[in-house]
């Protein structure tokens, strides 16, 4: 009971911190692009939470923030047989909600949320032995994604092993199905001169997990494969990450296909490094001790880069710069141009009016805005200029 009730501390605490970081942002282009023209499981659950609860942005993120808290005690849920201890438990859905790429799907409108909660939803019910939901589920995220192509794939030779000819049978037709259905998204991202980027996905992935984070996952999936105690947590996240390095060699990866594959492995690599910690006798537990000290460390101070974004343009010389700025502006220069009592605007700038008609402001009327130095209509984040405009009315 002590243990259900901190982690569900854990994941309120969590859930708190991201309600005030929408606070902090403004839809973004891809975002608005969803919003209005995509089709997809993404477009129509944020048009459903607007529909409810009215098109702002606590309406726009929240279901990506509940999915999240879902995630994070599922992850507790599926990583009770591999971590015995209490406290194991605790450490490991404390750093899945610490990660990087977790806050980001869990803040942005993107499909990586959806394909987390789905991962460990599916990876409860087998878990369980509820094999019907478990293929219904396995069913149901044909339509949602196409990064569930990973999944049928990676399954189709977990089966093979496990000699499971159901689930061989079942994620092979629906592997063909995934590849019939999106066959144009799949053959537009191959597409184009083959490149490498090999480096690129090996940065990124350190930024969803932090770097040193990173260096753990890679020698805890090597130990795995080596010493034995193979799961299927194990065998998704592996293959994910191996199958993604592969098409790195020649094209741009579609991380929100990878990510949530990595990110799930948290109760693996909290059950690496117990495992090797408890053997020491404790005068040679102190490597770890500090490697652990530093990992926390690091991803705490990344949660409070996240949530106080705004404050960091002072060590940026030019604001575009900043890591955040294509989820800035927006409402701030709404919210102006509201109090003026202007709805509709004119601008030469087609994702910035986009990002507008979210939230009211409309492409037309009789006023030209543009971008200026010397404008009058000026964004600041912590007492910096960021960005200024200037408006012409034609009348």
Known sequence: MRETVIVFLIIMASVATLIFGISTLSISYYEADIFY???????????????LFGQNDYALR????????????????????????????IISVLIYVLLPGV??????VNNAGIAIFTILLFLFLKQKEQKIPMYVVLFVALFLDRGFIVLYFLLFFYAIVKKDGVMMTVSLVLFAFSAYMYADQIAQMSSGKPRGHFLDTLAIFAAIFSPL??????????RILVKGGKSLIWWLSFGAFIVS?????????PFDNFAPYLVISTPLLVSTFFNSFRVRLPIYRKLHKISAFLIILFLVLN??????????????????????????VAKDLAEILHQKGIDKIQTDDK???????????????????????????????????????EMIDLM
């Open 351 to 389: 994702l910035l009016s986009l990002r507008l008609k979210f939230y009211g402001i409309e492409e037309g009327g009789t006023a030209i805005l543009k971008q200026s130095l010397l404008g009058d209509i000026i964004i600041k984040y912590a007492n910096r200029n960021i960005i200024s405009f």
């Open 213 to 222: 984070l990173f260096l753990y996952f890679i020698y805890a999936q090597y």
């Open 103 to 108: 806050t980001s799907a869990a803040l942005l």
């Open 62 to 89: 929240m279901p990506f923030v509940l999915l999240h808290a879902g995630s994070a005690f599922l992850l507790y849920l599926v990583g009770k047989p591999l971590l015995k201890r209490e406290t194991d438990r």
């Open 303 to 328: 949660s409070i880069t996240v949530f106080t974004n705004h404050y960091l343009y002072v060590f940026f010389d030019k604001p575009k710069s900043h890591f955040a700025y294509k989820y800035h």
């Open 245 to 253: 390095l592969l098409l790195s060699f020649r094209q741009r990866v």
């Open 37 to 51: 023209n995509q089709k997809g499981a993404v477009h129509y659950l944020v048009r459903l939470s607007c529909a």
